[in-house]
């Protein structure tokens, strides 16, 4: 428990993945953290709702953060898993294409990997038989270097990591008030309970995921006109009956449309095979599956795995991701920024942690550290 109130160096705010991997990355540099979450347990939202999957890098323009985080934080987690604290597995991921069309797309995407320093291997149809008899496509890609770890596990290192490195942990505190004293920060939070305290801190990471708009229009940025408002896109995830998930042994990723990856097909360390996410926008926090998506789910899925049916489906969660891009609109990068030219000097704004977000975290947090140990 806090007392009504403490200083410390600098105050992060959010304990999922990305808050908690910052925390360690910059205790050990030896700053004074504490880390403020509203939930009573870390990594309660979208660091628990999601795939588990360890992203090469395929997707994103060579020039963004999120192609070059997830390809510097897929070599961290490679290298952090040799702890045996959490597993990381290679299984690789299967591109399929499964039209004319879709197999000119694939050598699109071999060149933007290429040019992130990610190396995919091209199939024809016979290659991916072989690979996976059951999937049936045009040609595909096969990426060697991605893998599945477990949320949870890798959330447990993370705190362990940052506890370790004498990093405070402050539960079940929501923060409702930010305030810029000179070039301090009060942190005004409140409890389950009603009681209050002040944090006070030189630097504050916004790493709240799903809030982390809210936190920094608290700042006191304009989050609408600095085009910083995220946006709620709602994915749901089913679990496939055995009969259809017997001898699967790799992800299989159709080519992307929409605002999402497309519905694939990933499997978690204990073999389970569920297909997810879909891309829905919504305006609430609702996290139930609706049972309806079965029919076109096994329709999505059903050009590459030609056996599944809609019975073959269950519900299994929904997660939901902080797009900074509305329906509709363009590729939008992570935010990772220090808002000192914007007035608020030692506020480190972490917006649109989505995918690869998971992949990224230990860079994402490397990035953080760098920016906090050149300001200080």
Request: net charge neutral.
């Amino acid at each position: 428990m806090l007392p009504l109130r403490a200083d410390f160096d600098v105050a992060i705010l959010g304990a999922g993945l990305v808050g908690l991997a910052c925390a360690e990355a910059v205790a050990r540099l030896g700053p004074s953290v504490v880390v403020l979450e509203r939930h009573r347990h870390f990594a309660r939202e979208t660091s628990s709702r999601n795939s588990g999957v360890v992203h090469a890098g395929l997707y994103y323009p060579a020039d963004s953060l999120k192609a070059k985080l997830c390809v510097r934080g897929r070599q961290l987690l490679t290298e952090r898993s040799k702890n045996g604290h959490f597993e990381l597995r290679r299984v690789g991921k299967l591109i399929v294409a499964t039209s004319e069309e879709d197999r000119n797309r694939l050598d699109g995407l071999a060149r933007n990997a290429a040019a992130s320093g990610v190396g995919l291997l091209p199939l024809d149809a016979a290659d991916v038989r072989r690979l996976e008899p059951s999937l049936r496509a045009a040609a595909g890609m096969l990426s060697p270097e991605s893998g599945i770890v477990d949320a949870h596990e890798l959330a447990r290192d993370f705190h362990r990591g940052a506890r370790a490195a004498g990093a405070t942990f402050a539960m079940a505190t929501e923060v409702d008030r930010l305030e810029l004293e000179s070039s301090f920060w009060l942190v005004h939070t409140r409890q389950p309970d009603g009681t209050r305290h002040a944090i006070g801190a030189r630097f504050i990471v916004n790493a709240a995921g799903l809030d982390a708009d809210r936190i920094a229009r608290l700042a006191g940025l304009d989050v609408d006109g600095l085009g910083l408002r995220q946006h709620l896109c709602k994915g749901s995830y089913f679990n496939l009956a055995p009969r259809v998930a017997a001898g699967l042994s790799h992800l299989v990723y159709p080519l992307p449309h929409g605002p999402g990856l497309g519905i694939h097909l990933t499997l978690d360390l204990a073999g389970a095979l569920r297909a997810g996410p879909d891309a829905e926008y919504v305006t609430t926090r609702d996290y139930a599956v609706d049972e309806r998506k079965r029919e076109p789910f096994a329709e999505a899925i059903g050009h590459f795995l030609p056996a599944v049916r809609p019975e073959d489906l269950s519900p299994a969660y929904a997660g939901i991701r902080p797009k900074l891009a509305a329906a509709g609109e363009p590729f939008r990068d992570f935010v990772i920024r220090h808002e000192t030219d914007r007035g608020l000097p030692g506020l480190v704004n972490l917006l649109g942690i989505e995918s690869p977000g998971l992949t990224a975290s230990p860079a994402i947090a490397e990035a953080v550290a760098e920016l906090i140990r050149g300001t200080d």
